[in-house]
């Protein structure tokens, strides 16, 4: 795709935020160095390409169902920002990641994707901001026992009807509930991706902080479980939240995934709500081997923005989209 002046003007001032990838933990599960500063191409993202396609800040999945493994993920990122301080940062908040820009770095902020690896204890969750980490989804999808809800997530297309019924279902546990409250209390960002529509529900009315979807789609534009029903995005809107929209294809669209339907979805989100609460979650090397995301990898991500221009969005919107939105909640909720 040609990239016109105004898009890669726009593309080089915007601060871009990318709030979910998977490539630490996909690289732990292979049994390969963390050391994510070599090209590697066999993976969606890494520094240099990262770097190259004008990401700012990318959020990595240092934690899901251990906590041997969110140990190695957060112990692989600290090694990186060690070793490179010349090309990454670990971001704590929004200076951080105004910094990276500056310096032409990439600041990473530390994302759990579950509170499973907590064992419920929020003894866990202290330690583990302070070894930075700064957003945590809930569940992976995972319910029961020792785990933020009751019942697991379905993850799969699905009717109108079924988010109706599911949303009547069991929510949060107990511990769901402390966990919430605890990030409000510390400054974590709370991640709403994954969770039950039950859960969700409960979730988005006790967050005293802006919570977020980290990476997610439109269910309007796509009958999948991981889209967010209209009525979510007005009350993740109304907390002051946002959306990250996925680049996995098969939540863009069930036939034909394309650049277009992703800027359909976006272009609903600003619709519904106005242009404060989407921005991208890219889910990078998060989803089944062979699926191609739209951007097919991180140093593509030129493409979005001027598909964001031909659209015909004013250059606040595409600015907002990129990474200001996301900037906006790290810096309320972080600060
Ligand atoms: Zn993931």
């Not at 500056?102 to 499973?116: D, H, M, V, Y």
């Not at 599911?166 to 709370?190: H, K, Q, S």
Request: charged share 25%; aromatic share 6%.
């Amino acid at each position: 795709m040609h990239t016109s002046d105004r898009a890669r003007e726009l593309h080089d001032r915007a601060i871009i935020v990318d709030a979910h990838n998977d490539t630490l933990v996909l690289r732990l599960s292979r049994d390969e160095h963390l050391d994510v500063t070599e090209r590697d191409e066999r993976y969606h993202l890494d520094v240099p390409r990262a770097l190259e396609g004008g990401l700012t800040c990318c959020f990595f999945m240092v934690g899901s169902s251990t906590l041997d493994q969110s140990l190695e993920l957060v112990d692989g990122t600290w090694r990186l920002v060690e070793d490179h301080p010349d090309q990454v940062i670990l971001a704590t908040g929004a200076a951080d990641i105004e910094r990276a820009k500056a310096e032409g770095r990439l600041a990473i902020i530390g994302q759990l994707e579950s509170c499973t690896c907590l064992n419920g204890s929020l003894a866990v969750l202290r330690d583990l901001y302070r070894l930075g980490v700064r957003v945590a989804n809930l569940t992976h999808g995972e319910g029961g026992e020792g785990t933020t809800q009751h019942e697991n997530s379905p993850f799969d297309f699905c009717e109108p009807a079924d988010r109706e019924q599911a949303r009547r279902g069991p929510g949060l546990t107990d511990f769901g509930r402390e966990v919430i409250a605890e990030c409000n209390r510390l400054g974590i960002v709370i991640d709403l991706a994954h969770a039950s529509d039950a859960s969700f529900y409960e979730a988005v009315e006790l967050c005293a902080t802006p919570p977020i979807f980290s990476h997610g789609a439109v269910f309007a534009q796509c009958p999948h479980w991981r889209g967010l029903t209209d009525d979510q995005l007005r009350l993740l809107a109304d907390a002051g939240g946002v959306m990250g929209m996925a680049c996995v294809p098969f939540f863009i669209d069930r036939e034909a995934p394309s650049m277009e339907r992703m800027i359909d979805s976006i272009q609903h989100v600003i619709e519904l709500v106005g242009p404060d609460h989407v921005g991208l979650g890219a889910d990078y090397d998060g989803m089944r081997e062979g699926l191609v995301p739209i951007p097919a990898s991180v140093e593509r991500l030129p493409e979005l923005t001027e598909a964001l221009v031909r659209r015909g969005f004013d250059d606040e919107t595409v600015l907002k989209v990129l990474g200001g939105n996301f900037l906006r909640v790290l810096r309320e909720v972080a600060g």
